[in-house]
């Protein structure tokens, strides 16, 4: 018999093994990847500027009619921001985040093939859609990262939305200047499916979802409202700004978000949470955005026009479109370098005063603007300044928003934030607008923008700046505080304590100290607080709760009042570093967040609220909470943290050999996964994360059939698994006719112990078949062209063997 060819092999399509899929952790381009996305969309936004003045005779049209070509891409800007992030939320960030990059490709592409002005207003209005995804990548930051790094990127991500626009400036002038316009727009759609590439390489789907209805009345009524509300104020110049059709929509988008706030508040599960919108930090952090974004792009107007200017007026710089954008670049680079110094001044002082100082650069860039305009090195500084704040003051909102939401409306809120940075740059292009067009002066028969109007523009700007300034004045302080080093002979004071079991029946959580500070007295030692508690996780098991709590220490001097601090303490008193502290009041918000020192030792401020709940986690240890009635901050509270247990253990072949990166997953009873982690070179892997409970082990390894056992987990030692796989079945052959010659194009399929199609291949001229990755045992093999065959087949089995050779010979059936 000839020797056959290599068989060909077909993959059965149940080879994957059973359950949720796998997630991927973090890689180290995460964090650039999503920075690298929103700059995109801020270049997409901005991709139209320098043409502004030549988009009449590009698209045949009138200067009134060619503006609607950036006010379609603000108006659905505005509009899907805050549902892409409620979408989010429900269906996945990263699906969203998908969505609204593809939106990006299709709009550019649209925009790029016509000069019809009808479809690029289309194409720009669907490049709008785009605009959700800088808030689902907030979003996705924090559902991903440690709190550690998510101060540094959420800052970089806010800041992409100015730095994708002051360095995508020049680039589109260069182009728009030196090739055709319609390169912009291909650009563009290339920016979007690097994007694309990138997201699906890097970034993991978020496990936090909001399951629930989508608010369609709610998304209708907040599209139309902000329709009535930002058309006359991007089209009242050309309108006239006392023409009915201007006030009637004024009215309109008045009498709209009314009754859509009314409607929201009597939904049960709304596009926005408007409760949530009105608590205090919430609501005076959307405002000072929209201040915010006034002020940044009343800079992004005035500086080019400023630049290009003949030197023959007086004040003009004379500078070409390239030029112009060049000279406004500083702007883009100094955000992005500020966004690491931001993220400090957030850990070191909290978001207030990052805000509150971006602001203060802001104002003091515009004031400084009306006596330095006169000058090409002026105007650098300027934008460079103007960088700083800006960057400082996004990087703030937010850290701010995020911090005051819980975390399954972080999209949407995030996505309502960018809205209001949104409704102020418009808010900026008609006021601006409105000023240069009012006071001008003549040059060639031909009215220009005079300085005064320059000056003007500035003066409204800084007091933009300052209004955003007293408004953050009235946050409210969260700050996190630094770690600090323990007193010498504190004398701690007495206190009482009680626990009880909060945990509700349905999933694992903290187990919470309920405790009382009492009076300041002063005495020997520390009162401590240990009980013995249930907490339920699936299934009740004990938990050793120990909270130390004491009030004022003796020598206070070197304390300052209104903190709360103190230690956490692993089992034998060992300080726990590197362990994350959490302060939320009694609904849930979170007032404060720090990690421990290399002495186990934490320190964040004591709020105004009267009860607070204190939680101390830590990889490997069961967390714990302790609720605190604080009636005369300092207060000393010390977290003991019990071994949270965990599951270890080793993956290793037939024959002993560990297996590589094979995945072992964790599923809690609900089918949820709990936990993953890849084999080190030993085949050794850990989940110390894991908490008390039932949970069902999986690991699987490529090329091997995936192994699944129930663990039940205490608190105390970890529970170790040792998984022996066992190599996945493989089924070859080759069909051959009744004289022995090779069959080529039959039809050969493998059929599952239920009856289902799982693998079909159509044979070579060889005759040669073969099926690989087999994690079943009891098979049937079809092969057909003439009259059909069948054999069953056992692999694997007790009875059967890891490989199988099945040939089969066909010929005409009797007739």
């Known amino acids: 018999m000839p020797q056959s060819a290599p068989p060909r092999v077909a993959e059965p399509l149940s080879a994957a093994p059973p359950g949720t899929p796998l997630p991927r952790e973090v890689g180290g381009g995460f964090v650039a990847v999503l920075a690298f996305c929103g700059i995109a969309v801020s270049v997409m936004q901005t991709l139209v500027v320098p043409l502004v003045t030549e988009l009449p005779q590009l698209l045949h049209t009138t200067s009134s009619n060619a503006s609607w070509v950036v006010t379609a891409t603000l108006l659905a800007g505005a509009v899907s921001t805050p549902v892409m992030g409620r979408l989010g939320d429900m269906f996945g960030k990263r699906r969203m985040l998908m969505v609204a990059l593809a939106l990006m490709v299709i709009g550019s592409l649209a925009c790029a093939v016509t000069s019809n002005l009808v479809m690029m207003v289309i194409g720009r209005a669907i490049q709008g859609g ?240 009306l006596v330095m305009m006169d000058h090409i090195w002026q105007i650098v500084v300027l934008s460079t300044a103007l960088g700083v704040g800006i960057g400082i003051a996004y990087s703030a909102m937010p850290t701010l928003i995020v911090s005051a939401v819980p975390a399954a409306e ?147 001097s070197a304390l300052t009042g209104g903190v709360i601090h103190g230690r956490v303490l692993g089992p034998g008193d060992t300080p726990l570093a590197d362990a994350a502290i959490t302060l939320i009041d009694t609904s849930g918000r979170q007032l404060g967040r720090t990690v421990t020192g290399p002495d186990g030792r934490y320190r964040v401020p004591a709020p105004d609220a009267t009860s607070v709940v204190l939680i101390g986690s830590a990889a490997g240890y069961q967390p714990q909470a302790a609720t605190l009635l604080v009636a005369d901050p300092p207060v000393v509270c010390d977290l003991r943290l019990s071994g949270g247990g965990g599951l270890t253990g080793s993956v290793r072949a037939v024959g002993g050999e560990p297996l590589t990166g094979a995945t072992a997953t964790a599923i809690g009873p609900e089918g949820d996964v709990a936990g993953s982690a890849a084999a080190d070179e030993k085949g050794e892997f850990a989940l110390p994360e894991l908490v008390p409970g039932t949970y069902t082990l999986t690991v699987a390894a490529a090329g091997h059939r995936p192994y699944a056992t129930q663990v039940e987990l205490t608190a105390g030692e970890p529970v170790r698994v040792d998984a022996e796989l066992r190599p996945a079945a493989r089924v070859r052959g080759t069909v051959r006719d009744r004289d022995g010659r090779p069959l080529g194009d039959a039809r050969v399929s493998l059929l599952d112990a239920t009856g289902d199609v799982v693998g079909q291949v159509i044979t070579g001229a060889d005759g040669a078949f073969g099926f690989e990755s087999l994690i079943g045992e009891h098979y049937t093999v079809v092969a057909s062209g003439y009259a059909p065959a069948t054999q069953q087949i056992t692999v694997g089995g007790q009875e059967g063997t890891e490989r199988r050779d099945v040939d089969f010979l066909l010929g005409h059936g009797e007739e």
């Open 410 to 556: 972080t999209g949407a809120a995030n996505g309502l934030n960018t809205l209001m940075r949104s409704i102020g740059m418009s808010t900026s292009s008609a006021v601006v607008g409105v000023i240069l067009a009012h006071q001008t002066t003549d040059f060639g028969g031909i009215a220009l923008p005079g300085k005064d109007g320059f000056k003007t523009s500035f003066m409204v700007a800084c007091a933009a700046s300052v209004a955003g300034l007293l408004i953050a004045l009235f946050l409210p302080a969260r700050r996190r505080a630094g770690l600090t080093a323990p007193v010498a002979g504190s004398a701690p004071l007495a206190a009482s304590a009680s626990v009880a079991d909060s945990a509700p029946d349905t999933a694992p959580v903290p187990v919470a100290a309920s405790v009382s500070v009492a009076a300041s007295h002063p005495v020997t030692g520390p009162a401590s607080v240990g009980a013995e508690v249930g907490a339920r996780a699936g299934t009740a098991v004990g938990a050793e709760v120990g909270a130390e709590v004491s009030d004022v220490p003796a020598d206070a």
């Open 130 to 369: 785009a605009m959700g995804a800088i808030p689902l990548g907030i979003s996705i930051m924090r559902d991903e990262l440690p709190p550690q790094k998510l101060g540094s990127a959420m800052a970089l991500m806010s800041s992409s939305l100015g730095i994708g626009g002051a360095l995508g400036l020049p680039a589109a002038a260069f182009v728009a200047q030196h090739t055709s316009w319609h390169v912009l727009f291909y650009g563009a759609a290339g920016l979007g499916l690097i994007s694309i590439a990138l997201v699906l390489a890097v970034v993991p789907e978020s496990s936090v979802r909001t399951p629930s209805r989508f608010d369609i009345v709610g998304a209708l009524g907040l599209s139309a409202g902000l329709v009535c509300l930002l058309l006359p104020i991007t089209k009242g110049g050309d309108w006239g700004w006392a023409s009915g059709t201007t006030l009637g929509l004024f009215g309109a988008a008045v009498v709209i978000l009314l009754l859509w706030g009314v409607f929201e508040l009597r939904t049960a599960e709304p596009l926005v949470d408007l409760r949530t919108t009105a608590r205090r930090q919430v609501l005076l952090t959307n405002l000072a955005s929209i201040m915010v974004g006034f002020s940044f792009y009343a800079m992004s107007l005035l500086l080019p026009q400023l630049l290009q200017l003949p030197k023959a007026t007086g004040y003009g710089l004379g500078q070409s479109m390239v030029m112009a954008g060049l000279y406004f670049a500083p702007m883009g680079v100094a955000m992005m370098l500020v966004s690491p110094l931001s993220a400090r001044i957030n850990a070191a002082s909290g978001p207030k005063v990052s805000l509150i100082m971006g602001l203060i650069v802001i104002g003091a860039t515009y004031g400084a603007g």
